[in-house]
C-alpha cells in the first residue's frame, strides 16, 4: 500500500488549502483515513478521522476550520483547510487503516506565515 500527499505550501494566515492523498489500493471498505502533522519539535498528532462508516472527527484544535472528505471513485481523500494559522504549520501526513494495518504517506509541508 502506497499513500502519496499533496498540496501542502506557504500561505498567509487566514488563507486556505487542499490537501489530497492517493492511495494505491481501493478505499472503498476501508477501516479509516484520514490525516495527521507534525510541527518542528513535537510529536505528530492526529488531525482529522473518516472512518468506513462515514463518520468524521476533528482535533479540537482545527474544528470548524478544516474538513476532510473522500473520492471513493479515485481512491482519494482530501483535507481542506480554512482560517489557517502559524500554529498550524507542520508536515501533513495522510494516513490509512486497511485490513487493520496502518499505512503512512511521506507527508507535505504546510507553513503559515503571520
Known amino acids: 500500500v502506497q499513500l502519496q500527499a499533496s498540496g501542502g505550501g506557504l500561505v498567509q494566515a487566514g488563507g486556505s488549502l487542499r490537501l489530497s492523498c492517493a492511495a494505491s489500493?481501493?478505499?472503498?471498505?476501508?477501516?479509516?483515513m484520514g490525516w495527521y502533522r507534525q510541527a518542528p519539535g513535537k510529536e505528530r498528532e492526529y488531525v482529522a478521522i473518516l472512518t468506513g462508516g462515514l463518520g468524521t472527527n476533528y482535533a479540537d484544535s482545527v474544528k470548524g476550520r478544516f474538513t476532510i472528505s473522500r473520492d471513493s471513485a479515485n481512491d482519494m481523500w482530501y483535507l481542506q483547510m480554512t482560517s489557517l494559522k502559524p500554529e498550524d504549520t507542520a508536515v501533513y501526513y495522510c494516513?490509512?487503516?486497511?485490513?487493520?494495518?496502518?499505512?503512512w504517506g511521506k507527508g507535505t509541508q504546510v507553513t503559515v506565515s503571520s
Open positions: 494516513y490509512l487503516k486497511y485490513r487493520n494495518l496502518n499505512y
Open positions: 489500493v481501493s478505499i472503498f471498505s476501508v477501516n479509516a
